[in-house]
Every structure is written in C-alpha cells, then in structure tokens.
C-alpha cells in the first residue's frame, strides 16, 4: 500500500500526536463514540477475565481447571457472536448490533449476579455476555477503521488501541476497589459493570 500521508514527518512527542488524532476525531460522532466503546469494550473484557478467575475462585470454590472452562466460555461467545454479526452485517457497518451487543451484555452480567446459579448456568450465560459482546465490537472496530480520512486512518487506529490498552490497565484495579474498598464480591462486579453505561 503507498503511504497515505508521505509528506507527513516523525514527531517524537507521541501524545502531540495522540492528542491530535483525537481532536479529530470528535469532530466526527460516530467515530468518536466508537471509540470510546471499544476502549470500554476492552476494559470490560478485562474486567471480565479477571473477575471470573476471582469467581471461580471465591463464590464457586473450583480448581483451575474449571475455571478456565469460565474463560473459555467468554472467549467462545465473543468469537462466535462477531463471527454472527459479520455475517448479518453483509458487507457494512450494521449499527444496529451496538445497542443490541450492549443490551445483551448488561442482561447476562444481571444475571450472572444472581447467588446460586450452577455451573452449566454460568458457562451459558458467560458465553451468551461473550456473543454480546461480539455483536457490539464488530461494527464498532469497522467504524474505527473505515471511518477517518485516509490520511488520518493509522493515527486514529493507533490512538483508539493506545485507549484501549489503557482501559485494559485500569480494569486491574477494579477488582481491588471493589474488594477492599467497597467491601463487595466478584459477583457484584457483574452486576455493576457491564450496565455502567
């Protein structure tokens, strides 16, 4: 592929240039809240895998094994659900799957905060949150990436996977304020999490 921009030059102030793209981006709405979802999308996502390990671990009392089918039960929803909304999206950004994705998480992680569920309830409803969340990271990556002009498209990119990269950092401390400052479980954290939006 040519250079989109080859008169443009290297800046060694990287956050000038992430600030930049940014401001850009605002401009457009679209593309500017999807960013911002799929640097949400991936702080849940992290969220998620580290609070299932806390889950397996605290309220369900299983060895490890078991708790990686929980993870795998995410990671599975969340390829078959993009694999299913790149199939209905036919070749365009279907925005329609965004508030259904978001509406299907925040109704599995109320559920998964129910006490008492068992095991194969849990793996069904982590892996219908996963399928949700690929119905909402599809059209919302596709958005990112045709949406900027030409020759902003790689500094928008790159800013939107900087920002997701910091949500996937803050995720961390989440179990932790919950805990020890909150004084609630992993359950909670589905409860919460998922309908903050």
Same mark, same amino acid.
């Given at each position: 592929?040519?250079?989109?921009?080859?008169?443009?030059?290297?800046?060694?102030?990287?956050?000038?240039?992430?600030?930049?793209?940014?401001?850009?981006?605002?401009?457009?709405?679209?593309?500017?809240?999807? *960013?911002?979802?799929?640097? +949400?999308?991936?702080?849940?996502?992290?969220?998620?895998?580290?609070?299932?390990?806390?889950?397996?671990?605290?309220?369900?009392?299983?060895?490890?094994?078991?708790?990686?089918?929980?993870?795998?039960?995410?990671?599975?929803? *969340?390829?078959?659900?993009?694999?299913?909304?790149?199939?209905?999206?036919?070749?365009?950004?279907?925005?329609?799957?965004?508030?259904?994705?978001?509406?299907?998480?925040?109704?599995?992680?109320?559920?998964?905060?129910?006490?008492?569920?068992?095991?194969?309830?849990?793996?069904? !409803?982590?892996?219908?949150?996963?399928?949700?969340?690929? !119905?909402?990271?599809?059209?919302?990556?596709?958005?990112?990436?045709?949406?900027?002009?030409?020759?902003?498209?790689?500094?928008? *990119?790159?800013?939107?996977?900087?920002?997701?990269? *910091?949500?996937?950092?803050?995720?961390?401390?989440?179990?932790?304020?919950?805990?020890? +400052?909150?004084?609630?479980?992993?359950?909670?954290?589905?409860?919460?999490?998922?309908?903050?939006?």
């Amino acid at each position: 592929m040519p250079a989109a921009d080859p008169a443009k030059k290297f800046r060694a102030n990287v956050f000038g240039d992430l600030f930049t793209h940014l401001r850009n981006a605002r401009s457009d709405r679209a593309l500017w809240l999807a *960013i911002v979802g799929n640097t +949400y999308f991936w702080f849940l996502g992290a969220l998620l895998q580290f609070n299932v390990v806390l889950y397996g671990e605290r309220v369900l009392h299983i060895p490890g094994k078991e708790s990686s089918e929980l993870q795998a039960a995410i990671a599975i929803g *969340i390829g078959v659900g993009s694999f299913v909304a790149g199939s209905l999206s036919s070749g365009r950004i279907d925005y329609g799957l965004v508030p259904l994705g978001a509406l299907g998480m925040t109704v599995f992680g109320f559920l998964l905060s129910f006490p008492n569920l068992e095991f194969r309830e849990i793996l069904i !409803f982590l892996a219908a949150l996963g399928f949700s969340g690929g !119905f909402f990271i599809v059209p919302v990556s596709a958005l990112i990436q045709h949406r900027p002009d030409e020759k902003d498209k790689g500094g928008v *990119i790159a800013s939107a996977n900087l920002l997701s990269f *910091i949500g996937v950092a803050a995720a961390a401390a989440v179990p932790t304020v919950f805990s020890q +400052y909150l004084h609630l479980g992993p359950r909670a954290v589905f409860l919460w999490l998922p309908s903050a939006r």
